[in-house]
C-alpha cells in the first residue's frame, strides 16, 4: 500500500504528540497547557483532512469534552493533576468513542504498573542510584499518569477513524 508523504505526516502528529507530552510528564511532572491546546487545535484540521464527516467530528468532540468533565472530578479528588486531566480529554478527543473503552482500561493497566513501579523503586532502590525525577515521583508520592495515558493511546490509535481514514 503506497501512502502518500502528506497522509503519512498527518498520521505522526499525534504519536509525536503523545510521546513529546509522555516525556515530559516523566522529567517534571507536569504536562503543560501547550501541548493539550496544540492537540485540541490540530485535531479540527487533521480530522477534517482525514475525510472525517462533520457529525463525526462533533461527536469527537462530545466524547473529549465528556472526559474532561469526568476528569475534572478525577482532579478534584486528588486522583491525578489538572494537566492530565485535559491530556486524557484531548487524547479522547482524538480516539472518539470507538476505542474509548479500551483506552481507559489500558490507561489503568499502565497507569497501574507505573505507580507501582514508584511505590517499591521509591523503597528498594538506594537514593543514590535513582534518578532524578524518579526521586521527585517517590518522594511526592506522585506518578505521570500522561506517560500512561500516551502509551495506551498509541495502542489503540491504529483502530481509530483518524487512522483508518489516512491509511486508506
Known amino acids: 500500500m503506497n501512502i502518500p508523504i502528506f497522509s503519512q505526516m498527518l498520521l505522526l502528529f499525534f504519536p509525536i504528540l503523545l510521546i513529546t507530552g509522555a516525556f515530559y510528564d516523566v522529567m517534571t511532572l507536569r504536562l ?7 492537540g485540541l487545535i490540530m485535531f479540527f484540521p487533521i480530522a477534517w483532512m482525514a475525510g472525517i ?7 469527537h468532540l462530545l466524547v473529549g469534552s465528556g472526559v474532561l468533565l469526568v476528569s475534572f472530578g478525577a482532579f478534584a479528588a486528588g486522583f491525578f493533576g489538572g494537566g492530565d486531566s485535559k491530556f486524557i480529554a484531548v487524547i479522547a478527543l ?5 476505542t474509548l473503552v479500551e483506552f481507559f ?21 538506594p537514593v543514590e542510584w535513582q534518578p ?30 483518524i487512522w483508518i481514514n489516512l491509511m486508506s
Open 32 to 38: 503543560p497547557n501547550t501541548y493539550n491546546l496544540f
Open 53 to 59: 464527516p462533520f457529525n463525526n467530528i462533533l461527536i
Open 105 to 125: 482500561f489500558l490507561t489503568g493497566i499502565f497507569g497501574g504498573l507505573l505507580a507501582l513501579v514508584v511505590l517499591i523503586g521509591g523503597r528498594f532502590i
Open 94 to 98: 482524538w480516539i472518539g468513542y470507538d
Open 132 to 161: 532524578a525525577f524518579f526521586k521527585a515521583m517517590s518522594k511526592r508520592k506522585v506518578v505521570p499518569y500522561g506517560a500512561a495515558m500516551a502509551i495506551a493511546a498509541l495502542l489503540v490509535y491504529q483502530d481509530t477513524a
